[in-house]
Structures are given as C-alpha cells and as structure tokens.
C-alpha cells in the first residue's frame, strides 16, 4: 500500500468552510483519513489516501484539472490555502497494512 498523505496549509479561521467544500465535492479517492491540526498549525487539513500504486495519484490529477466539472472546485479550492505539501508513503516488513 502506498498513503498519499498531503497538507493543506489554510488560510487562518477557515477550516471549517474548506471542510464543508470538500464534503459537497465527492472525490473519488480511497481516504484513509481526513485530519485536522489541533495543536500547533490548527489552520493545516492533513488528507490521507490509501493507493495500490503511485501512478494512480499522477494520472488522476491532470485528468481532474482537465475535467470543466472540477473547475469551479479547483478554483475554489485555491481560495482557502497558503500551501499544499505532499509525501507518498509506502508499507515496510512490519506494517498491518501492505
């Protein structure tokens, strides 16, 4: 298993409004979890998604900023961040999950 664990680092007091946009848009990803700062930077969204390979990830999002329908969502988006990081994190010998 490969977890795609990326950050969005907020603007400050509106976490809650970038919440709710992402829970109206249905993403068709395998989330693991969706986590918010609750010490230090409570303004960063940490996105966890399960994937079987790396290339899912890489052919996903150029389809998605092609797609007219996700537009106004990625424009949106856009709005609410400072930052985005990204990691690609994959299971070791003793991981429950492989």
């Known amino acids: 298993m490969i ?8 603007e400050a007091g509106i976490v809650r409004e970038f919440l709710a ?6 993403h068709p990803d395998t989330v693991v979890g969706f986590l918010a700062g609750d010490v ?29 329908a996700e537009r106004p969502y990625l424009q ?3 709005e609410y961040m ?7 994190l994959v299971s070791n010998p003793i991981s429950p999950t492989k």
């Open 3 to 10: 977890a795609d664990h990326r950050t969005h680092e907020l």
């Open 21 to 26: 946009l992402r829970e109206k848009e249905k």
């Open 40 to 68: 230090g930077n409570v303004s960063a969204i940490m996105h966890i998604s399960a994937r079987e390979e790396l290339a899912v990830g890489t052919r996903r999002r150029p389809a998605m900023a092609d797609d007219p």
């Open 76 to 78: 949106k988006s856009r």
């Open 82 to 88: 400072n930052d985005i990081g990204n990691k690609m």
